[in-house]
């Protein structure tokens, strides 16, 4: 059977990565060639895995959809991927696909696991799908309503998309906490309170946690109403925290809920599957202040091993765009 030459990015253990040339079947049946032409970079999560810290008791359930090899040894990773269908069905062949594929050139898919593309959102903003993913899982767990008092905690892509989609709801109060004062002016965009500290005599009703630091957990206890819910919507792979539950947390009957995306919500499970809520998350991207969490300067994807060893170090960022030269 003819083959197609590829390439794919993986990281090697730990603290180290490579890209690797292999081959990959024509496909057949239902199944599309697609060619890369972005991936994202989920960098809280990705960063996780290139230093080689997600938890051994949790390396089988936090595979990706489309993961070859195994966290802790060498892993083809990353769930953000825009492609073009180079070859199948006639109903997908020239269109612009959404999938979870990981980083790299070519791949084959069956027509049932791709998301075609709205000509009306622009590509490089459906990067942003994963994330929208989350914040929506994450409000179908919680349940956000009129009258609350919010509190949300990290201004990285899914803070900003969290407090984003929470203004659309009449009558709540939003507070987006960060440290970095810079990104102040990105709240400015998008009409959300910001603040560097969250105000000592500031209570909220419901708290999203986004900020991926496990220890900012028992700060927010001075800051919960009575049966107040902390949503936690941060992954913080092998790090531990010692949370003092004797104190507000049980005082004040808190709920937390750690929220996480690679299955819908309880609360919605009966109406919609992992396919329709990533429909859903792509068309609610229609918004062009929301290229303002892109990156403008992107990543050829050859050089991603060079990135991620600069910036393991690095506290963080919008989405990063990796280019694969196709368009």
Same mark, same amino acid.
């Given at each position: 059977?003819?083959?197609?030459?590829?390439?794919?990015?993986?990281?090697?253990?730990?603290?180290?990565?490579?890209?690797?040339?292999?081959?990959?079947?024509?496909?057949?049946?239902?199944?599309?060639?697609?060619?890369?032409?972005?991936?994202?970079?989920?960098?809280?999560?990705?960063?996780?895995?290139?230093?080689?810290?997600?938890?051994?008791?949790?390396?089988?359930?936090?595979?990706?959809?489309?993961?070859?090899?195994?966290?802790?040894?060498?892993?083809?990773?990353?769930?953000?991927?825009?492609?073009?269908?180079?070859?199948?069905?006639?109903?997908?062949?020239?269109?612009?696909?959404?999938?979870?594929?990981?980083?790299?050139?070519?791949?084959?898919?069956?027509?049932?696991?791709?998301?075609?593309?709205?000509?009306?959102?622009?590509?490089?903003?459906?990067?942003?799908?994963?994330?929208?993913?989350?914040?929506?899982?994450?409000?179908?767990?919680?349940?956000?309503?009129?009258?609350?008092?919010?509190?949300?905690?990290?201004?990285?892509?899914?803070?900003?998309?969290?407090?984003?989609?929470?203004?659309?709801?009449?009558?709540?109060?939003? @507070?987006?906490?960060?440290?970095?004062? =810079?990104?102040?002016? $990105? /709240? +400015?965009?998008?009409?959300?309170?910001? !603040? %560097?500290?969250?105000?000592?005599?500031?209570?909220?009703?419901?708290?999203?946690?986004?900020?991926?630091?496990?220890?900012?957990?028992?700060?927010?206890?001075?800051?919960?109403?009575?049966?107040?819910?902390?949503?936690?919507?941060?992954?913080?792979?092998?790090?531990?925290?010692?949370?003092?539950?004797?104190?507000?947390?049980?005082?004040?009957?808190?709920?937390?809920?750690?929220?996480?995306?690679?299955?819908?919500?309880?609360?919605?499970?009966?109406?919609?599957?992992?396919?329709?809520?990533?429909?859903?998350?792509?068309?609610?991207?229609?918004?062009?202040? @929301?290229?303002?969490?892109?990156?403008? =300067?992107?990543?050829? $994807? /050859? +050089?991603?091993?060079?990135?991620?060893? !600069? %910036?393991?170090?690095?506290?963080?960022?919008?989405?990063?765009?990796?280019?694969?030269?196709?368009?």
């Amino acid at each position: 059977m003819k083959k197609i030459n590829t390439q794919s990015f993986w990281i090697k253990k730990k603290n180290d990565s490579y890209i690797k040339n292999h081959n990959i079947d024509l496909p057949n049946g239902k199944e599309l060639l697609i060619k890369t032409v972005y991936s994202g970079i989920s960098y809280g999560t990705e960063k996780i895995v290139y230093a080689g810290s997600v938890p051994k008791s949790q390396k089988e359930l936090m595979r990706c959809p489309y993961q070859e090899g195994s966290f802790g040894s060498d892993v083809k990773y990353g769930y953000m991927n825009i492609g073009m269908v180079m070859d199948g069905s006639p109903d997908f062949k020239g269109k612009y696909v959404y999938t979870l594929f990981p980083h790299q050139k070519d791949y084959v898919l069956d027509e049932s696991e791709v998301t075609l593309i709205p000509e009306s959102i622009p590509l490089k903003r459906c990067l942003l799908t994963a994330n929208m993913e989350t914040v929506i899982n994450g409000m179908w767990d919680t349940l956000p309503s009129c009258g609350d008092k919010i509190l949300v905690v990290g201004s990285g892509v899914v803070g900003f998309l969290m407090a984003y989609l929470l203004k659309t709801i009449p009558g709540c109060e939003i @507070l987006l906490v960060d440290s970095d004062a =810079k990104k102040s002016k $990105f /709240s +400015k965009m998008f009409d959300i309170n910001f !603040k %560097t500290t969250i105000p000592s005599n500031y209570k909220a009703n419901i708290i999203y946690e986004c900020s991926g630091n496990a220890d900012i957990i028992n700060s927010l206890s001075k800051h919960v109403m009575d049966e107040a819910t902390i949503c936690i919507l941060s992954w913080y792979g092998d790090n531990t925290s010692k949370v003092k539950f004797g104190e507000e947390f049980l005082s004040k009957r808190i709920k937390f809920i750690f929220s996480q995306v690679s299955k819908v919500s309880h609360n919605r499970n009966k109406y919609w599957d992992n396919i329709k809520r990533r429909e859903l998350a792509i068309s609610m991207l229609n918004d062009d202040r @929301l290229d303002h969490l892109i990156e403008q =300067k992107m990543i050829d $994807f /050859s +050089k991603l091993p060079t990135f991620f060893s !600069k %910036t393991v170090k690095d506290k963080g960022f919008f989405c990063k765009v990796v280019n694969y030269g196709s368009i």
